[in-house]
T-cell receptor
């Protein structure tokens, strides 16, 4: 149980184009999903918290107009990197929140999407 | 002070030994704690959750929580080279849905 998928796993695009990444919870419903970015040999960096049916909450320093998040259903959140540039090249990882039987929040990660902008 | 702190390592142990990974946290309101394993180039994988003081065992893994000392640890018994990875400690930020992650401890298990 608690499987999260991401698509695509890898994408290469030209500078100036937009890229959409999908995150799905396959065997549970997730009212909350999270989007992270990780540069090589660096820590996970939370970009935003995505809540189903409402606007995402972005972390300080993350441009909401550049990283568009949509959480239209209880199993799907999307991240669109608009007008991507080489500095946006990174490993993008989503996670989905599952409330355990004890009432605690657990997060399960998708496999990640490696974005390369040429 | 960082909210969740870990020694970055690397922690080197020989195969078959016990690896001990440590984490401290600053938010006394934290009620749940998580250990994730992240292999190089992969996403984090949840391996242990612990919510109450004491020990919790799952196979070769034991998580230990001491809320009074604000200390969480992960013990890996009979370490294998396949355990070589970065181990991330995480706790929810009180009042928020998000997790706060430590920077991770890199574990190297040598054959």
């Amino acid at each position: 149980g608690a499987v999260v998928s991401q698509h695509p796993s890898r994408v290469i695009c030209k500078s100036g184009t937009s890229v959409k990444i999908e995150c799905r919870s396959l065997d549970f419903q997730a009212t909350t999903m999270f989007w992270y970015r990780q540069f090589p040999k660096q820590s996970l960096m939370l970009m935003a918290t995505s809540n189903e049916g409402s606007k995402a909450t972005y972390e300080q320093g993350v441009e909401k107009d550049k990283f568009l998040i949509n959480h239209a259903s209880l199993t799907l959140s999307t991240l669109t990197v608009t007008s991507a540039h080489p500095e946006d090249s990174s490993f993008y990882i989503c996670s989905a929140r599952l409330i355990s039987s004890g009432g605690y929040n657990e997060q399960f990660f998708g496999p990640g999407t490696r974005l390369t902008v040429l | 002070q960082k909210e969740v702190e870990q020694n970055s390592g690397p922690l080197s142990v020989p195969e078959g030994a016990i690896a001990s990974l440590n984490c401290t946290y600053s938010d006394r309101g934290s009620q749940s704690f998580f250990w994730y394993r992240q292999y190089s180039g992969k996403s984090p994988e949840l391996i242990m959750s612990i919510y109450s003081n004491g020990d919790k065992e799952d196979g070769r893994f034991t998580a230990q929580l001491n809320k009074a000392s604000q200390y969480v640890s992960l013990l890996i018994r009979d370490s294998q080279p396949s355990d070589s990875a970065t181990y991330l400690c995480a706790a929810p930020q009180t009042g928020f849905q998000k997790l706060v992650f430590g920077t991770g401890t890199r574990l190297l298990v040598s054959p």
